[in-house]
């Protein structure tokens, strides 16, 4: 995904669907972003399962499992309050439109 990200500037799927990654001036975003923006994309819920993992022994796993759903609640709630633009789009400064 990274790899395809940094050579075309979003991959493969964002392509077959029309989608162009643009900044926030509307004129497509640089590699780099649309990299930055991936790395977002595959790291949000990773980490936050990581997070549960490492701290469950400690916590027990009901109090981990409470914070993954909360966690993961919050980011559902924000995706449906901001439809516009997902997390991963508003950490990077980008945005999907179509072509």
């Not at 669907?17 to 990773?46: E, H, K, M, Y």
């Not at 409470?66 to 400064?93: E, F, K, M, T, W």
């Amino acid at each position: 995904a990274l790899l395809a990200a940094l050579m075309f500037r979003g991959g493969l799927l964002l392509a077959f669907f029309g989608l162009v990654v643009v900044d926030r001036t509307g004129r497509p975003a640089a590699r780099w972003r649309v990299v930055w923006r991936t790395v977002a994309v595959w790291s949000i819920a990773p980490t936050l399962l990581f997070l549960v993992i490492a701290g469950a022994p400690m916590l027990g796993y009901s109090v981990a499992s409470i914070g993954a759903i909360i966690a993961y609640a919050g980011i559902c709630i924000v995706s449906v309050l901001l439809p516009q633009r997902g997390l991963a789009d508003r950490i990077a400064g980008t945005e999907l439109v179509l072509r």
